[in-house]
């Protein structure tokens, strides 16, 4: 059974840091692209941070500089250290493989993570 399970999130002043991990089984974690994925209120969700199996990473452009994406193929997790964070990172953050999975159901609880001062 695939599962996705996240953690690290909390309340943040800006310009703190998180480092959030995302524990996954059910899957061949080391054959697999991964993903860092949030939703913020009233938002669709969108692709932060990926890498792939050769540790080869990319982060979309409001991210690059203060997230880093790693993986640990031994734990099968993935981690995102945010840095400098800013109050519109505030969003329920999830991980999935990328592309996501085609079942919805494979979707974790999230970690939600608050920037605010």
């Known amino acids: 059974q695939v599962q996705f399970v996240e953690s690290g999130g909390g309340l943040v002043q800006p310009g703190g840091s998180l480092r959030l991990s995302c524990a996954a089984s059910?899957?061949?974690?080391?054959?697999?692209?991964m993903g860092w994925y949030r939703q913020a209120p009233g938002k669709q969700r969108e692709l932060v941070a990926s890498?792939?199996?050769?540790?080869?990473?990319s982060y979309t452009d409001s991210v690059k500089g203060r997230f880093t994406i790693s993986r640990d193929n031994a734990a099968s997790t993935v981690y995102l250290q945010m840095n400098n964070l800013k109050p519109e990172d505030t969003a329920v953050y999830y991980c999935?493989?990328?592309?996501?999975?085609?079942?919805?159901?494979?979707w974790g609880q999230g970690t939600q993570v608050t920037v605010s001062s």
């Open positions: 999935n493989t990328n592309p996501p999975l085609p079942n919805d159901d494979y």
């Open positions: 890498i792939i199996t050769d540790g080869t990473t």
């Open positions: 059910g899957i061949s974690f080391r054959f697999n692209y």
